[in-house]
């Protein structure tokens, strides 16, 4: 046999979890005292536990949400469905907001699906690309007749979601030290019936301060502002697609007022007339 | 041939570990990586990694070059992997005897193979492109197997030794491996260490498996076994002063028990040179 065929055998072996009836097992040579199965079988166990493992480690608040059974059958259901063709297992995990999405079995659950694209934001922004952010002094480098104009480029680790009501209340109480972590379980079925208008949702942006995630939930003019913002639309465009007119102050100030605020949080790694 | 530096005692860097290593500098000669850990954009492994370069020698080792595999080497993986040897400047980079998948999956596992010629040819030729792309000699380690195969042609440390000669790479001769590989096929380890050419040794591992009692696994999660320090002093004997360390990947105990278990690997080598010394007087 040749090694390519024997390398094929041997995979599908491991990718249908059939360590008993594998026609691989014709050319395993008997082992010292185990029976062939049984040692195939530590192939075919490492395989599944090895990605539910990935699974685990990246998406934790949404095990304590779901709770243990849900969880696990997601990931074998994730698992089952999305075998592995990247070389790095970092991003193995990529997708499961996406199946969750498109599976009948998660799709409606807007809470944990919010809560998977947060905690994949997180992993993201964790070892995103390095930049160096702005001080808010670089701003004096213009002068305010060219403001209208200015444009800004951000942090590589910036994310911005928008996700169901109440994903934050679930991270928190799904990441609570251990005392809140137990009561939090007990009330994960309140959090999960607690009723909710399907348009409900909240906003989000999670990036990398110093060398740790952080996130901010964002007001809707805030979010519009800045998703505006990161798609290349300089300072003065900005205050006129956005209508911030609440709370009595100009666009123009509101506007300034977010930047502080991004300047601040790292968030800005450029600022440049807008092209 | 040229010959590697010998860089001591070492162990795995792995993150449960940051802190203490920072703050209290801990007697460790030098830190293998996991080479994919690192293959990312930025933020907290690559900040950290380059603290501790600054200190220690850094070997480079990986999971994922899948050389044996019948798929087309995974050239996008080699730049990258060259990328990060380019910024780190590790003392040197290995990887596997092993394949992690074919027909583009990836089974995230080091998968055995059999030993005949054609895979003798297949990754001899392998080794030698991957050596052109990194601009360096690769260090190829002997992975724990649990299965083996009736088409098999010659013992595994044949295949090493041909492999090694062959496409003129250098060896990372896993103490462990051996002995979990013996246990599970029956062969004799001590015949293993006996037969690897000594002069393509570059360095060992050393770890811990789990004892199902038919079967070991290489699970690097339990302290180094009595046996395996046997065969650690058999190795040591045979292949002199390179450089060894410790991988361990779960159930991280504090971390003086990795220390202790390196202190151990001292005072065996100390024991052996001092033998080696009467013996010549």
Not at chain 1, 38 to 55: D, I, K, P, Q, S
Request: glycine content about 6%; charged content about 25%; some cysteine.
């Amino acid at each position: 046999m040749k090694l390519s065929e024997l390398q094929s055998l041997f995979q599908s072996a491991v990718l249908t979890g059939d360590a008993e009836d594998a026609a691989i097992l014709d050319i395993v040579a008997p082992p010292r005292d185990a029976d062939r199965p049984t040692m195939m079988g530590v192939y075919v166990n490492a395989y599944r536990l090895r990605l539910a493992e990935f699974l685990d480690e990246d998406y934790p608040a949404l095990r304590v949400l779901l709770g243990d059974d849900d969880f696990e059958a997601l990931v074998e259901a994730y698992i089952d469905e999305n075998p592995s063709r990247l070389r790095n297992a970092r991003w193995y995990t990529t997708r499961l907001p996406e199946f969750m999405q498109e599976s009948e079995s998660w799709s409606a659950n807007a809470l944990a699906i919010g809560l998977a694209l947060f905690e994949r934001a997180l992993t993201d922004a964790y070892d995103a690309a390095d930049a160096p952010a702005q001080s808010i002094e670089t701003l004096a480098e213009f002068s305010p007749q060219d403001w209208p104009c200015l444009g800004f480029t951000f942090h590589p680790s910036l994310r911005l979601i928008e996700v169901a009501a109440g994903t934050l209340d679930a991270y928190g109480a799904a990441t609570a030290d251990e005392d809140e972590a137990r009561s939090a379980e007990e009330d994960e079925g309140a959090l999960e019936d607690r009723p909710m208008d399907a348009n409900e949702s909240e906003t989000i942006a999670i990036w990398r301060s110093d060398l740790d995630p952080a996130y901010r939930q964002l007001d809707p003019d805030e979010y519009l502002a800045l998703f505006e913002a990161m798609e290349g639309q300089s300072f003065g465009d900005i205050c006129q697609l956005v209508a911030f007119q609440n709370e009595g102050q100009s666009a123009t100030e509101r506007l300034a007022r977010f930047l502080v605020t991004w300047f601040s949080e790292g968030l800005v790694i450029g600022v440049a007339e807008a092209k | 041939m040229e010959s590697l530096p010998r860089l001591g005692y070492g162990l795995g860097l792995r993150p449960v570990y940051y802190d203490e290593i920072l703050s209290t500098r801990p007697p460790v000669d030098w830190f293998e990586i996991i080479s994919e850990n690192y293959m990312i954009p930025g933020g907290r492994p690559l900040a950290m990694l380059e603290r501790f370069r600054a200190d220690y020698p850094i070997v480079m080792h990986g999971v994922s070059m899948s050389l044996a595999s019948t798929d087309p080497l995974d050239l996008d993986y080699l730049k990258a992997l060259k990328a990060l040897a380019d910024r780190v400047e590790p003392a040197w980079v290995s990887d596997h005897l092993a394949w992690t998948g074919v027909h583009g999956r990836n089974l995230h596992d080091l998968l055995p193979i059999p030993y005949t010629r054609e895979a003798l040819d297949h990754v001899v030729e392998r080794i030698g492109r991957v050596q052109d792309i990194l601009k360096r000699r690769l260090v190829v380690e002997n992975a724990s197997t649990y299965v083996s195969f009736t088409q098999s042609e010659m013992p595994e440390w044949e295949f090493v030794a041909q492999m090694a000669e062959r496409a003129d790479c250098l060896l990372l001769l896993d103490v462990n491996n051996v002995f979990v590989s013996g246990f599970n096929h029956g062969f004799d380890v001590n015949a293993f260490i006996d037969a690897v050419p000594a002069d393509r040794v570059a360095q060992f591992h050393m770890a811990g498996h789990t004892d199902n009692e038919t079967h070991l696994i290489d699970t690097h999660d339990q302290p180094i076994r009595e046996e395996v320090w046997t065969l650690y002093e058999r190795a040591r004997r045979r292949f002199g002063g390179v450089s060894v360390m410790i991988e361990r990947d779960d159930n991280f105990p504090p971390f003086s028990e990795l220390l202790g278990e390196l202190q151990r690997m001292r005072d065996i080598d100390a024991a052996i040179a001092s033998n080696a010394s009467r013996s010549a007087a």
